[in-house]
């Protein structure tokens, strides 16, 4: 069983940039599809962006499409979240995911992950 822990969140004006960190220990990290998804006030939590376990498929949801960039590092056992050109709708809790039940394709279904990080507060200020 993994366990994930988020960081990198912080205060950033619009246009800026962040990158997330999501450290995994506990289980073989090769072995699990991992997501990024956030969640902000009011909001259902959504998903971001996604990474195959081998890290050479992506997928993006339309809102960040060519703003941001997952990747992975298996042997550091983290997966990362560049978000560059950030604009306040970005504002959110963003949590890591991992899903070990999907060794072909990426899914965005919040149900399809089992283990998650504790969250990192992201603002974007205007």
């Known amino acids: 069983q993994v366990q994930l822990v988020d960081s990198g969140g912080g205060l950033v004006q619009a246009g800026g940039s962040l990158r997330l960190s999501c450290a995994a220990s506990?289980?073989?990290?090769?072995?699990?599809?991992m997501g990024w998804f956030r969640q902000a006030p009011g909001m259902e939590r959504e998903f971001v962006a996604g990474?195959?376990?081998?890290?050479?498929?992506?997928y993006y949801a339309d809102s960040v499409k060519g703003r941001f960039t997952i990747s992975r590092d298996n042997a550091k056992y983290t997966v990362y979240l560049q978000m560059n050109s950030l604009k306040p709708e970005d504002t959110a809790v963003y949590y890591c995911?991992?899903?070990?039940?999907?060794?072909?394709?990426?899914?965005?279904?919040?149900?399809?992950?089992?283990?998650w990080g504790q969250g990192t507060l992201v603002t974007v200020s205007s």
């Open positions: 995911a991992a899903a070990d039940r999907f060794p072909y394709g990426i899914p965005s279904r919040r149900s399809s992950y089992d283990y």
């Open positions: 506990g289980g073989t990290f090769s072995s699990y599809t």
């Open positions: 990474i195959s376990r081998s890290g050479a498929s992506t």
